[in-house]
């Protein structure tokens, strides 16, 4: 990526810190909206903010492009996550929540196995400023499969007494705005403080 975009070493920190910065950002609103509007909406526009963020990934032409698509990827994915969880929460208890959570993380580990050797597989077969395209691309035909399955089998909302007047969803947005500004200055002196090099 680096060799095809022309990126500097502080583009390519900020590749790597991009994703898990936004991802675990994400989580923090997505799971009180999840509960409001059901988790089948947040879930499908999770996939939808990640597929777009992947779509841009996968044809960024300078590095500081890429590194905003991760960014985008990274908070689809807090918001998938939110209500995957959300979701085992609402329909198990008991054995069968530990066993639900227990599948969660065998295939979240299994990915972590796979996709190395995937992405491997595909650098060495293909040319380098190609290859790194094609890894970003493989997980887009499972969004669409999860699209799917998640529009037949997700939640939807619960059913919810009427209120008068304008009901209004409580967010902590100065605690999200505090939490974004610590997580941000905790991962600048790791990156490098500016972004001068990504262009």
């Given amino acids: 990526m680096s060799a095809t975009l022309g990126g500097s070493t502080a583009g390519v920190q900020w590749l790597l810190a991009s ?27 999770g996939l939808g903010i990640f597929l777009v963020g992947g779509v841009a990934a996968v044809a960024a032409p300078t590095m500081a492009v890429l590194v905003a698509a991760r960014f985008v990827q990274g908070l689809g994915a807090g918001v998938i996550s939110a209500q ?10 008991g ?19 796979l996709g190395p050797v995937l992405a491997a597989a595909l650098l060495g077969l293909f040319p ?7 890894v970003l691309l493989t997980p887009l035909p499972l969004v669409i499969a999860a699209f799917v399955l998640g529009w037949r089998g997700m939640p939807g909302p619960r059913a919810r007494p009427k209120r008068t007047g304008s009901e ?5 947005l100065p605690g999200i705005v505090l939490l974004c500004l610590v997580v941000v200055a905790l991962t600048l002196p790791v990156v490098e403080p500016g972004l001068s090099g990504m262009s």
Avoid at 85 to 91: C, E, P, R, W
Avoid at 168 to 172: A, M, N
């Fill in 95 to 113: 054995r069968s929540r530990l066993s639900a959570l227990a599948a969660y993380t065998a295939v979240g580990g299994r990915a972590g196995v």
């Fill in 128 to 134: 380098a400023d190609t290859a790194w395209r094609l």
């Fill in 84 to 93: 995957v969880l959300g979701a085992i929460q609402d329909l198990f208890t």
């Fill in 19 to 45: 994703f898990s910065l936004t991802f675990g950002l994400g989580l923090i609103p997505s799971g009180r909206l999840g509960d409001v509007y059901g988790r089948r909406l947040l879930f499908l526009v």
């Fill in 168 to 172: 209004r969803v409580w967010l902590d």
